[in-house]
């Protein structure tokens, strides 16, 4: 069975750009989630998504934002790229959402690099 | 919200030798997990854990809901657990909130 999907694997950008970045989670999970991974430091939660509903927003700005299709496979779009979006986006799926006995299981991730 | 604090931050070993990681919580949490991070930065489910005791092969966990901390013992280690490992807890929905991680070098 494939695991959590994302692509691209890596990319660079300047500063002002726009990215977009995809997740396809295990089949027959239905939540998603993002975080972001800055060098040296553990991920960030930035979204949650379930039911193609956002249901969870961490501390990141306005030009962050997602979203969820039918088939449950998802999107993180960053607007007007900063250096300090340089990072790691990992993606997470889990089978539901809401309940505490629920493992995430996170993709490879999508190194960004912002110039 | 709920704070995780791992330790230590850096350990190096020599093959063969043990090693015990520790996660404190600041709250209550029903979601623990244990990660591994590769140098190519795939994170790998080591435990779901909120409570309780598990092994898998060389490595086992133990996690002490009540007093908010949870142990990670690696066995007999090898060059290839080397990466840097992580404590995830969530209160609720889902939202993993991660520690700093244990950066491990494993020397032959």
């Known amino acids: 069975d494939a695991g959590v999907t994302q692509s691209p694997t890596h990319l660079i950008k300047t500063r002002g750009q726009h990215v977009t970045l995809r997740c396809s989670p295990i089949s027959g999970h239905k939540s998603v989630s993002w975080y972001q991974q800055v060098l040296g430091q553990g991920p960030q939660f930035i979204f949650q998504?379930?039911?193609?509903?956002e249901r969870g927003r961490g501390n990141f700005p306005d030009r962050f934002s997602a979203r969820q299709f039918p088939n449950y496979s998802s999107e993180l779009n960053v607007n007007a790229l900063l250096l300090g979006d340089s990072a790691l986006y990992l993606c997470?799926?889990?089978?539901?959402w809401g309940s505490g006995a629920n493992v995430l299981t996170f993709g490879a991730g999508s190194r960004l690099t912002v110039l | 919200g709920i704070q995780v604090e791992q330790s230590p931050p850096d350990l190096i070993l020599q093959e063969g030798a043990n090693s015990t990681l520790r996660c404190n919580f600041s709250?209550?949490?029903?979601?623990l997990q244990w990660f591994h991070q590769n140098p190519w930065g795939q994170l790998i489910n080591l435990f779901y854990?909120?409570?309780g005791t598990k092994q898998n092969g060389r490595l086992s966990a133990t996690t002490v809901a009540t007093e908010r901390y949870s142990l990670l013992y690696i066995s007999s280690s090898q060059t290839t657990d080397s990466g840097v490992y992580f404590c995830?807890?969530?209160?609720?929905?889902?939202?993993?909130?991660f520690g700093a991680g244990t950066r491990l070098a494993v020397h032959p």
């Open positions: 997470a799926s889990s089978l539901v």
């Open positions: 854990i909120p409570s």
């Open positions: 709250d209550s949490v029903n979601n």
């Open positions: 998504y379930y039911e193609k509903e």
């Open positions: 995830a807890v969530s209160g609720g929905y889902n939202k993993l909130i």
